[in-house]
């Protein structure tokens, strides 16, 4: 039976220490989600101060029930949509957290192997960029060599 208290994350040490890395995915996963929390709260708010000022304009412009209907739907869309964000947030922020600490949630293996094609693929434009800088450090070396002949 394999040992599964360790990370098995082939990308970061699995000493248990807290490195920068960590601290970094740590920094962003609290940060991602006060935003989307704060975003939560900025819907809700909004959806009460729309309330409030659409409130006596319809009642005062449109029998009783056409508003009040109105009224009841913005409220509970308002209050839908605020939930929904938050409970986002939340879901997203126990995503980010599992997966920093090894625990390896869905889609962790797509973000690991993205993560590493993106880093190849880096690597790779760095080597083909030097090598385009030798090539044309050489050509013009032939070039002030010829001229000076």
């Not at 360790?6 to 990308?11: D, I, W, Y």
């Not at 029930?65 to 938050?86: D, H, K, M, Q, R």
């Not at 080597?127 to 030798?134: H, L, M, T, W």
């Amino acid at each position: 039976m394999p040992d599964r208290s360790r990370p098995m994350s082939r990308h970061e040490p699995s000493s248990g220490k807290p490195t920068s890395r960590k601290a970094v995915k740590v920094m962003t996963a609290g940060t991602i989600g006060a935003a989307l929390l704060v975003l939560s709260g900025l819907t809700l708010t909004g959806t009460v101060i729309a309330l409030v000022v659409a409130t006596p304009v319809l009642v005062l412009s449109s029998p009783i029930l056409v508003p009040a209907a109105i009224v009841v739907f913005l409220v509970t869309s308002g209050f839908f949509f605020s939930s929904g964000c938050g409970l986002a947030a939340v879901m997203v922020s126990l995503w980010i957290y599992n997966y920093v600490t090894g625990n390896h949630p869905l889609g962790s293996d797509k973000l690991d192997y993205a993560r590493g094609r993106i880093a190849e693929t880096a690597k790779d434009m760095k080597d083909r960029a030097k090598e385009c800088g030798q090539n044309v450090r050489q050509k013009v070396q032939e070039s002030s060599q010829t001229q000076t002949s």
